[in-house]
């Protein structure tokens, strides 16, 4: 793969690391370097990040059952199969989908590959889940988007590479405070509860050097990303066990997810 103008592939990036674990070609060197070495630091890795991709296709098809037509996606990383449109449309055509990435590879793969149903609409814009204005504001999202009406913020795997500087409580508040009563928020994000001590602290230490930013929380500081919102059940839980467990594997859990309704 060769790197598109303005894009520097000696420089990892989330969504092409995130790419290659999910069996993607888009990725660079650099990325897949990252990829390997997490790999080799932390044991289902790969699993983890396609058992999240489940997650997020679990909760698109669960809430457009319960009445959502529209859907912000912070974050979305390269397309692949099952992305948040395709998802809801495929339960209610008429579903509204915008798509929000700073990777500007996301954005090219994006525009070529997803498309819309006639009755629905999607939209894609490259911008920074840490400038909530930016986004909020962006002609796009407001052409797309009816914020009289609920919107389900889909925030899956993105809080973690936001750090405790960046303030990311701070950054789901501000999005939440810009829908109506009645939205939701898809969250899934890396945690070490669930894992034994020493895999964990071996986990800290190789990746402590790692070019590309990623922060473990505990469920507590995750489950205060979710203050204004009813957690839907089984609350928040290990991402495959949301809403019921789908994988029986003994395979290390290293994420949370949960879906809360604004109240």
Same mark, same amino acid.
């Given at each position: ?6 894009? @520097?592939? !000696? ?10 674990? %999910?069996?993607?070609?888009? @990725? ?8 390997? $070495?997490?790999? *080799? $630091? ?5 699993? /983890?990040?396609? @058992? ?21 996606? %912070?974050?979305?990383?390269?397309? &692949?199969?099952? @992305? ?17 990435? !700073? ?6 793969? $994006?525009?070529?590959?997803? /498309? #819309? ?14 400038? +909530? ?40 508040? *501000? ?5 109506? /009563?009645? #939205? ?5 994000? %890396?945690?070490?509860? =669930? ?8 986990? %800290?230490? *190789? &990746?402590?050097?790692? *070019?590309?930013?990623?922060? +473990? ?8 990303? =979710? ?12 991402? #495959?066990?949301? +809403?019921?467990? #789908?994988?029986? /594997?003994? &395979? ?12």
């Amino acid at each position: 793969m060769s790197a598109p103008h303005g894009i @520097n592939p !000696n420089i990892p990036h989330s969504a092409r690391v995130y790419d290659y674990w %999910l069996g993607g070609k888009d @990725n660079f060197e650099a990325d897949r370097r990252v990829a390997e $070495a997490t790999m *080799a $630091a932390v044991p289902g890795v790969r699993e /983890s990040a396609r @058992n999240n991709r489940a997650f997020l296709g679990r909760a698109v098809r669960h809430l457009t059952k319960l009445g959502v037509r529209q859907f912000l996606d %912070l974050g979305t990383g390269i397309p &692949t199969q099952g @992305n948040t449109h395709e998802v809801a449309q495929a339960e209610a055509p008429d579903a509204r989908v915008v798509y929000v990435d !700073n990777d500007p590879i996301v954005m090219n793969h $994006a525009r070529a590959l997803l /498309s #819309s149903t006639p009755e629905g609409r999607t939209a894609y814009i490259e911008a920074d889940v840490r400038d +909530p204005r930016s986004i909020l504001d962006h002609p796009q999202v407001r052409e797309t988007l009816d914020f009289t009406q609920p919107v389900a913020l889909m925030m899956v795997a993105i809080l973690m590479h936001i750090s405790d500087a960046d303030d990311p409580a701070g950054l789901v508040k *501000a999005y939440a405070d810009a829908v109506p /009563s009645g #939205s939701y928020l898809v969250l899934s994000h %890396l945690t070490l509860d =669930f894992l034994p001590k020493k895999t964990a602290d071996d986990y %800290l230490e *190789a &990746t402590r050097h790692q *070019a590309m930013h990623r922060t +473990p929380r505990t469920g507590e500081q995750i489950a205060r990303y =979710f203050d204004g919102f009813d957690l839907l059940e089984p609350g928040l839980v290990a991402v #495959s066990a949301w +809403p019921e467990p #789908s994988v029986t /594997s003994d &395979t290390p859990k290293w994420m949370y997810a949960g879906v809360g309704r604004k109240r």
